[in-house]
């Protein structure tokens, strides 16, 4: 009997001392100060308040890709005030190409609602990330005693998945991704991220110079795989939802020249097939303008530029019905990744009517503001920035959608 015990405790150390070793090697690593703390918020001096890691977004990205990136300072008391509403901004990308300034200033500042009720908003936004840091950002808020998030996402899905670090580069999948974030939070991972493995053409620049190695064509494989991911994620992220949450869609800029078609064989780009459609409407040559567009739909119906063309004809005609069809048909089949899916908002819809979601519906708003859509560009000042008029307006909604609903 001792001689079966001694044999079962043998074998379960042998079996455990790969974990036991980990375990001392992380905390030897956590004592000697190697390697960083990837938590979210950490306690000041005094523990009275939580301060946003300078730190926390490299849990999702590669360090070597964006080593210091710039944030607002966030800071709240540990202790929430009887008058106060805690509001988490969550957003990925999505807010740093909408409002770019954000890397530096905050979207939305404190304000006061009905009978001296203060909303303090707390911004997180992760550079360069998309759906799948939001859903992680949701999870980590929990311990902070939110009173609700507010989440801005989709428009930053086609970016692919920048967060892979040199040890996961080839791993270009959804749980590869999964598995990685997991684990960076400990030093041990940093130290074979860091200082272990090597590659020899390690990627040091997003996104690529050359479009064609990270453009995403519309209803391609790789979008169809994407677009489920976003759905996925959205569906987790209101399913397990422990707060409120008030998902936004987002404005969307019908009238910017297409930025890329995926055409092969062309002459002239995109935008000087757009210029010079716009030269020949505003002339109205009706001679030239049908050839033109008989030689461009000769060279493939269903792009980008052919729609757009053919929503300035329209416009021209003050068809604002068919001009507003063409336009989002454009936007649909331009190339990705430089603009907002608009299919991505339909799903912010529906999934915030199914499992009853607070929805903030920016991109209606906008429309309804913009002529039926026609006018949306000036709340723009490129395809996806808004110009100070969009940014004011982008923040009353905010603020009203808030206050109507979280009034005591």
């Known amino acids: 009997m001792k001689q079966v015990f001694r044999r079962i405790l043998y074998d379960a150390f042998f079996r455990l001392s790969p974990l036991l070793i980990l375990v001392l090697l992380e905390l030897s690593l956590r004592f000697l100060g190697v390697g960083d703390s990837y938590r979210l918020f950490r306690l000041s001096e005094d523990r009275t308040m939580y301060e946003l890691n300078p730190a926390y977004y490299q ?26 509403r805690r509001i988490f901004l969550l957003a990925d990308q999505t807010l740093f190409t909408l ?60 970016y692919g998945l920048p967060r892979k670090s040199n040890w996961i580069q080839d791993t270009d999948n959804y749980w590869g991704l999964r598995t990685y974030v997991a684990m960076k939070k400990y030093r041990f991972f940093q130290v074979l991220e860091r200082f272990v493995y090597s590659k020899n053409t390690p990627v040091t620049q997003f996104p690529p110079r050359d479009i064609d190695s990270w453009a ?7 979008y169809r795989e994407i677009h489920a991911l976003f759905t996925r994620n959205l569906r987790s992220i209101t399913a397990k939802r422990t707060f409120p949450l008030y998902l936004l869609s987002l ?69 604002s019905v068919a001009a507003l069809d063409y336009y989002r048909k454009a936007v649909e089949m331009d190339v990705f990744r430089v603009r907002n899916a608009i299919a991505f908002n339909a799903d ?17 708003a906008f429309m309804d503001r913009a002529d039926r ?12 920035s808004l110009n100070e008029n969009g940014k004011i307006y982008f923040r009353e909604l905010m603020r009203e959608a808030l206050i109507s609903q979280m009034q005591p």
């Not at 590669?62 to 106060?84: G, R, W």
């Open 99 to 158: 409002i770019p300034e954000v890397a530096e200033n905050a979207v939305l500042n404190d304000f006061y609602g009905h009978d001296s009720l203060k909303y303090e908003i707390i911004q997180v936004a992760v550079p360069h990330g998309n759906s799948f840091s939001i859903r992680h950002l949701v999870k980590e808020i929990r311990r902070y005693d939110p009173d609700a998030a507010l989440l801005l996402t989709g428009n930053n899905e086609f």
């Open 373 to 384: 859509g026609l006018a949306v560009d000036r709340f723009f000042m490129n395809g996806i």
């Open 216 to 222: 995403v064509t519309y209803e391609s494989a790789t």
């Open 59 to 84: 849990r999702y990205i590669s360090a070597e890709q964006f080593p210091d990136l710039k944030h607002p300072e966030m800071a709240f008391s540990v202790n929430k005030p009887p008058q106060k």
């Open 251 to 319: 404005p969307v800029n019908f009238k910017h020249i297409p930025y890329r078609s995926d055409f092969r064989d062309k002459e002239l780009s995109d935008s000087e097939f757009a210029r010079e459609c716009a030269i020949l409407v505003k002339n109205a040559d009706r001679f030239m303008l049908e050839r033109w567009i008989q030689e461009l739909q000769a060279w493939e119906p269903e792009t980008a530029i052919y729609y757009y063309c053919m929503a300035l004809i329209r416009e021209h005609e003050k068809d």
């Open 348 to 364: 912010i819809r529906e999934i915030s009517s199914r499992e009853n979601v607070f929805l903030i519906d920016a991109e209606k």
